[in-house]
């Protein structure tokens, strides 16, 4: 019996992740410099991990409300507005998920009928493509340039747009390539959107790691707000990937379709995750500064560091990302990175990973140390002279 025939056709067309490809062949090696997962090197801030174990103390332990702790709703619309201007009704528009990922799985879910189309600009991440086939919908890449900064044009969506697409799914600080989309811009978009009768799912998990200029959050542009589902988390700009606690903004109809899906599957967020990130938004921004402003430092000297050996590099203004081109050594990404992983040990993405657009690019994290980023620039710089 071939069993794996009686597999769903959705699942086997979607490819493996091409960052845990990588990420399991380095946890299988020694001295490996490692800038492929997109995991802060900082551990959670310590009086957050104290609000958990107090929280265990007091026997925090139970299910909540499939919407998540009303205390931690009511804390992440306070932020949302106090940053950004636009309110939410916290017991209504707002659901803790397990994670951004869980959100955006929620979001395909809930809005897409079989064979829906979404506008999905690329580079990106490589679960916005799969969650929306896993949807049974179809995800129609839009391809950005280096040559734009890999920002998201009018021009472009309006060649991808067809009379089955629903939704435009945008995340911006972008994974990998670390770019940003000025306010200008999002409100082309945004007019895009509303001229199309578009839904705008808005992935702003990086919103914090803006290093130039302030970061625009989509729903708050005129005429967005019903229109757009906010996702974001607390992963990356508080050091807490493991606690797996993100969550979702959207008009009341959106909400309650999310939350009917995920009281079926998740049930709610764990309770401890959800006490922690309380404590992370009432006086975790001090300690998210202090990392926000190591990163940048970091970014610098990789971008000077790139430039240094000789590999062509945007600028990335946003996120912990870094995507040089290969293009010059002849190599394509895959043969770059698994050429770079068994000569010099250093393990990077390859750029297709994050679709098409991405060959002849490769994706470094710089969430890591100073001295691992210098000591891997200096692998690369040894790998490109010795080729």
């Known amino acids: 019996m071939n069993w794996s025939e009686r597999i769903s056709p959705a699942v086997r067309s979607i490819p493996p992740s091409g ?11 020694k001295d490996v410099v490692s800038l492929g997962v997109g995991e802060p090197d900082f551990v959670t801030p310590w009086h957050i991990r104290e609000s958990c174990v107090e929280g265990l103390q007091r026997g925090y332990t139970a299910y909540t409300s499939n919407y998540g702790l009303l205390e931690l709703r009511q804390e992440i619309a306070k932020t949302i507005c106090r940053k950004y201007g636009v309110t939410y009704d916290p017991k209504h528009e707002a659901l803790v998920t397990v994670g951004v990922s869980e959100a955006l799985d929620l979001a395909m879910r809930a809005i897409l009928a079989p064979g829906d189309e979404v506008l999905v600009p690329q580079p990106c991440y490589v679960s916005y493509p799969a969650c929306v086939t896993l949807a049974g919908g ?25 009379p089955r697409t629903k939704a435009i799914l945008l995340g911006y600080p972008n994974n990998p390539t670390g770019a940003i ?5 999002l409100l082309k978009i945004a007019a895009f959107a509303e001229d199309h ?15 130039e200029g302030e970061h625009t959050c989509f729903s708050s542009l005129p005429g967005m707000r019903d229109r757009t589902i906010l996702l974001n988390g607390f992963s990356k700009a508080y050091a807490m ?27 709610c967020a764990p309770v401890t995750a959800q006490v922690a990130a309380i404590e992370a938004l009432r006086h975790g921004e001090c300690h998210m500064n202090s990392m926000v402003a190591e990163y940048n430092r970091r970014r610098r000297l990789m971008v000077e560091g790139f430039q240094r050996i000789g590999l062509p590099c945007f600028e990335p203004k946003g996120a912990f990302y870094i995507f040089p081109s290969i293009r010059e050594t002849g190599m394509t990404s895959l043969e770059f990175a698994e050429e770079l992983l068994k000569k010099q040990k250093v393990a990077l993405v390859p750029g297709d990973a994050f679709g098409a657009s991405g060959e002849g690019f490769v ?7 100073v001295a691992n980023l210098s000591e891997a620039l ?6 490109l002279k010795g080729r």
């Open 19 to 29: 960052i845990r490809r990588f990420f399991d062949i380095v946890a299988e090696m």
């Open 138 to 162: 179809h995800p129609i890449p839009v391809a950005t340039t280096v040559e734009t900064e890999f920002r998201l044009t009018v021009e472009q969506l309006e060649q991808a747009i067809t």
């Open 181 to 185: 989309m000025p306010r200008d811009e």
């Open 197 to 211: 009768d578009l839904i705008v799912i808005s992935d702003e998990i990086y919103a914090d790691l803006t290093y």
């Open 241 to 267: 990937t493991g606690w797996r606690i993100g969550y979702a903004l959207a008009n009341p109809d959106f909400i309650a379709a999310m939350t009917k899906i995920h009281q079926f599957t998740m049930l």
């Open 363 to 369: 994706r470094c994290s710089y969430a890591s140390s």
């Open 378 to 383: 200096t692998r690369i710089e040894k790998f």
